[in-house]
Every structure is written in structure tokens, then in C-alpha cells.
């Protein structure tokens, strides 16, 4: 289900408006499509005809992915491409391994190929950030990745995949010091005043503490409170679950604090740089990749006005 609200520049804390600044309305798409535990590597399973054709039907301007492999990636350029997705250049993809060789429990992960997240635009982007994330093994090196458009500087684009590992390394659990590395890179972007949206698997329900100080205190209400953080979640206003939003990821067992399966994708933005309406929704898994559901989470895509400062 999608809701949508408007927020006014005027009425939200920091980053003052200018009449320089410009605005743009991005519809974002964001799918772990379980590349290798669920498709074995394939690109000829049905998953990448899925992807390349949800991002098409939901007219996308930024598509994002978690568990990815290189060939299903190279597979997505090539698909988009041909398409016509793309509507300027063809440097409007860019890959960051998480394992190069497979994922962090199978050797043979991806057939010996990079394992990772991926992020594609359709016009052409600039020069990838890969920022390194805490590691709680030596084969694994979780990313966030970014990229700004190349022709709009200031406006970037990233994913991050947060690991569902919470083991305590050195003093504090590792999924923590993740989600805090993250937004400590958001926050020097910000600072640097570019305007980013970040899509992906966060591995965190929104109402958890590790997240408090992501959501915004306009966010707090019966379902996630506690928050003072600086953004919005493009879901947080579903009717389904105010303050969640919708189920993304199935077969883990209903949950507070609506009784529903877990939400762990998500697209956030700063609050101080959303110039208008946003909204969201969960779609659907994928079917027929191998006669089965392609993804063990669900599409999450989104629409929000973003300011860009001068």
C-alpha cells in the first residue's frame, strides 16, 4: 500500500532553502535479490528479466541491490541497455564487492566471482565511493556504495547491506558499529552539502534501537519512538504499519509492533532536503526464477522531491 506526504521546506529543521537550489523527483527502486542462496548464480533463471523489467514498469531513476553477483550484474547492464532504460551515456552502473570469490559462508559463492551490492541510474553517474564498513571477518568486507549523477554533482546515490550478524567485536555488536559508519559517511556528505539517497538492506527493524538515531522525532508515534535522528524513511507513513510500513522480507515470523513480518529494506533521505510528496511500497518477490520465488525480500520502490543545493 503507499501513502503519501508532503513535506514543506520551510517547516523542516536545517539546510535552509535557497533560490538557487534546485529540485527533482526521483522514483527509486531497491531489491536483494538473494543472488546467489536463491538463483545460484544464474543469469538466465528468470531473476534478471524480473529486475530489469520492474525497474522499466516502475519507471525508475535509481535502481539499488544487495547480494548480487558480477555476471547477474553485468547481465542487468546489458538487459537495461537494451531496453532503453538508460536516457544518457552508458557509465550509469557501478558494483562494490562484498566478498570477491563468495559470500561469506560458500567458498563457491557466484562461481568464484565477486559478490556484492550494485547501484545503476539512468543518466550516467560520476566516481564511485566505496567506503568500508566494520568487518567481523577478515573474508568479508561489508560496503556502503555511492555515486553522483554526472551531470548533477551535489546529487548522489548509494547503497549500503548491513550484515544480520550482531556479535560483539570489540566492545559493540558489529551490526551497530556498521549502521553508525554509515551514517557518519551520509553525514560527511551532508556536510560537503550534497543531497543523497540510500537504498538497501539495513537488516534492522525501523522500531529497534540501533536505529533510533536515523529516524526523525516527527517519526516517533506508538509503533517507533525514541528517535532523534535526522531522516525519513520513504515507508514510514504506510497505513499498514505507521512508522514501519510494509513487510519486505518473508518466512522470518510476524513481529511487533504490528504483528507482521519483519521490514529490514529501506530508502531513507534527510528530512531537511525532502521538498515535497513521498511515498512508498513493497512489491512483490519475483516469480519464476526456476520455478520458484526469485527473492526471499520483497521490491521496496519509492518516490520522493529532493532538494539540491547550489
Same mark, same amino acid.
Given at each position: 500500500?503507499?501513502?503519501?506526504?508532503?513535506?514543506?521546506?520551510?517547516?523542516?529543521?536545517?539546510?535552509?532553502?535557497?533560490?538557487?537550489? @534546485?529540485?527533482?523527483?526521483?522514483?527509486?527502486?531497491?531489491?536483494?535479490?538473494?543472488?546467489?542462496?536463491?538463483?545460484?548464480?544464474?543469469?538466465?533463471?528468470?531473476?534478471?528479466?524480473?529486475?530489469?523489467?520492474?525497474?522499466?514498469?516502475?519507471?525508475?531513476?535509481?535502481?539499488?541491490?544487495?547480494?548480487?553477483?558480477?555476471?547477474? =550484474?553485468?547481465?542487468?547492464?546489458?538487459?537495461?541497455?537494451?531496453?532503453?532504460?538508460?536516457? $544518457?551515456?552508458?557509465?550509469?552502473?557501478?558494483? $562494490?564487492?562484498?566478498?570477491?570469490?563468495?559470500?561469506?559462508?560458500?567458498?563457491?559463492?557466484?562461481?568464484?566471482?565477486? =559478490?556484492?551490492?550494485?547501484?545503476?541510474?539512468?543518466?550516467?553517474?560520476?566516481?564511485?565511493?566505496?567506503?568500508?564498513?566494520?568487518?567481523? @571477518?577478515?573474508?568479508?568486507? =561489508?560496503?556502503?556504495?555511492?555515486?553522483?549523477?554526472?551531470?548533477?554533482?551535489?546529487?548522489?546515490?548509494?547503497?549500503?547491506?548491513?550484515?544480520?550478524?550482531?556479535?560483539?567485536?570489540?566492545?559493540?555488536?558489529?551490526?551497530?558499529?556498521?549502521?553508525?559508519?554509515?551514517?557518519?559517511?551520509?553525514?560527511?556528505?551532508?556536510?560537503? !552539502?550534497?543531497?543523497?539517497?540510500?537504498?538497501?538492506?539495513?537488516?534492522?527493524?525501523?522500531?529497534?534501537?540501533?536505529?533510533?538515531?536515523? =529516524?526523525?522525532?516527527?517519526?516517533?508515534?506508538?509503533?517507533?519512538?525514541?528517535?532523534?535522528?535526522?531522516?525519513?524513511?520513504?515507508?514510514?507513513?504506510?497505513?499498514?504499519?505507521?512508522?514501519? !510500513?510494509?513487510?519486505?522480507?518473508? !518466512?522470518?515470523?510476524?513481529?511487533?509492533?504490528?504483528?507482521?513480518?519483519?521490514?529490514?529494506?529501506?530508502?531513507?533521505?534527510?528530512?531537511?532536503?525532502?521538498?515535497?510528496?513521498?511515498?512508498?511500497?513493497?512489491?512483490?518477490?519475483?516469480?519464476?526464477?526456476?520455478?520458484?520465488?526469485?527473492?526471499?525480500?520483497?521490491v521496496l520502490t519509492g518516490t520522493v522531491t529532493v532538494r539540491i543545493r547550489a
Open positions: 500500500m503507499v501513502a503519501v506526504v508532503t513535506l514543506g521546506v520551510t517547516l523542516l529543521t536545517g539546510g535552509s532553502a535557497h533560490a538557487a537550489d @534546485t529540485e527533482r523527483t526521483y522514483n527509486v527502486w531497491q531489491w536483494n535479490v538473494a543472488g546467489w542462496k536463491m538463483n545460484d548464480g544464474s543469469t538466465t533463471n528468470g531473476m534478471v528479466d524480473a529486475a530489469a523489467a520492474s525497474i522499466l514498469n516502475r519507471d525508475a531513476d535509481f535502481a539499488a541491490f544487495n547480494e548480487l553477483c558480477w555476471n547477474q =550484474y553485468k547481465a542487468l547492464q546489458e538487459k537495461l541497455l537494451q531496453n532503453g532504460w538508460v536516457s $544518457a551515456g552508458t557509465s550509469f552502473a557501478r558494483f $562494490a564487492a562484498i566478498r570477491n570469490g563468495g559470500e561469506s559462508h560458500d567458498d563457491e559463492a557466484c562461481n568464484g566471482e565477486p =559478490y556484492g551490492v550494485a547501484i545503476f541510474s539512468r543518466r550516467d553517474l560520476g566516481i564511485a565511493e566505496k567506503y568500508d564498513l566494520p568487518q567481523y @571477518t577478515p573474508k568479508v568486507v =561489508y560496503k556502503l556504495l555511492c555515486a553522483p549523477l554526472a551531470d548533477l554533482g551535489r546529487m548522489r546515490f548509494c547503497t549500503t547491506h548491513i550484515t544480520s550478524k550482531n556479535s560483539d567485536i570489540n566492545g559493540s555488536p558489529i551490526n551497530e558499529q556498521q549502521l553508525n559508519a554509515v551514517q557518519e559517511h551520509l553525514e560527511d556528505l551532508y556536510n560537503a !552539502g550534497n543531497t543523497v539517497i540510500i537504498a538497501g538492506d539495513f537488516n534492522a527493524r525501523p522500531h529497534l534501537i540501533r536505529l533510533n538515531d536515523w =529516524y526523525s522525532p516527527s517519526v516517533n508515534g506508538p509503533n517507533n519512538h525514541n528517535n532523534t535522528g535526522a531522516y525519513r524513511e520513504l515507508d514510514d507513513l504506510d497505513p499498514v504499519c505507521p512508522g514501519v !510500513g510494509e513487510t519486505t522480507v518473508l !518466512g522470518i515470523g510476524n513481529e511487533t509492533p504490528c504483528g507482521q513480518p519483519p521490514k529490514i529494506d529501506m530508502i531513507f533521505v534527510r528530512e531537511s532536503l525532502i521538498a515535497g510528496a513521498y511515498s512508498a511500497d513493497a512489491l512483490g518477490q519475483g516469480t519464476g526464477c526456476g520455478g520458484g520465488g526469485c527473492s526471499d525480500h520483497r
